[in-house]
């Protein structure tokens, strides 16, 4: 079973900048989810998709970040402008939780390789 | 504000040892907890989940849960070299979100 796919790996930008971060999730897995983690700290949920609905973007900076998945599988992540401290990785996640069918194993999130972003 | 502490380490442990990895919580709620293991430059990897109190065996792993006391460990039996990581703990609160601790960095001595 392929795993959690994301690109690029690396980006270098400066401030001001635009980016856009790709996530396919595994196959099948319902919900996906966009983490920050700085260097030194756990991941932090930006936001997390329910098939194409949005479930929680209650971290999400939203005057300057953005995300979507439209038809329920591929997602982006866009930072318009970035600033300094968007220098993290841009981990994505999925699992098979679906509403409605709460079962263990089923918030189990498996990561993707993520993408180290630096903003000079 | 809910939180998953961890102790950041290092941990430092002989070749052979057990490692004894430890994680509080504050959300009463939670009913799923889990721990990942990051390499350096890595993304995380589950390793274990545990959803009721007690011991769950995998291995050379064992995750202990006390919901009574919000306290989440994980021994890590004849610890390698190649176990030397971050270890985080994870959490579920109570609308199932995923909260992720600072992580434990351990060191397997040769």
């Known amino acids: 079973e392929a795993g959690v796919a994301q690109s690029p790996r690396y980006k270098i930008i400066e401030k001001r900048q635009s980016v856009a971060f790709w996530c396919n999730p595994i196959s099948g897995h319902a919900t996906l989810y966009w983490y920050q983690q700085i260097l030194g700290q756990g991941p932090k949920l930006l936001i997390q998709f329910q098939n194409n609905g949005v479930v929680d973007d209650s971290q999400l900076p939203k005057d300057r970040f953005s995300a979507e998945r439209l038809k329920g599988v591929d997602s982006t992540l866009k930072i318009q402008p970035a600033k300094l401290e968007d220098s993290a990785v841009y981990l994505c996640?999925?699992?098979?939780?679906?509403?409605?069918?709460?079962?263990?194993?089923?918030?189990?999130?498996?990561f993707g390789p993520g993408t180290r972003l630096t903003v000079t | 504000q809910k939180e998953v502490e961890q102790n950041s380490g290092p941990l430092s442990v002989p070749e052979g040892a057990i490692a004894s990895l430890n994680c509080t919580y504050s959300d009463r709620g939670s009913q799923s907890f889990f721990w990942y293991r990051q390499y350096s430059g890595k993304s995380p990897e589950l390793i274990m989940s545990?959803?009721?109190?007690g011991d769950k065996e995998d291995g050379r792993f064992t995750a202990q849960l006390n919901k009574a006391s919000q306290y989440v460990s994980l021994l890590i039996r004849d610890s390698q070299p190649s176990d030397s990581a971050t270890y985080l703990c994870?959490?579920?609160?109570?609308?199932?979100?995923?909260?992720f601790g600072s992580g434990t960095r351990l060191l397997v001595r040769p």
């Open positions: 545990i959803y009721s109190n």
């Open positions: 996640a999925s699992s098979p939780i679906n509403r409605g069918k709460k079962r263990q194993g089923s918030y189990e999130q498996y």
């Open positions: 994870a959490v579920t609160d109570s609308s199932y979100k995923l909260i």
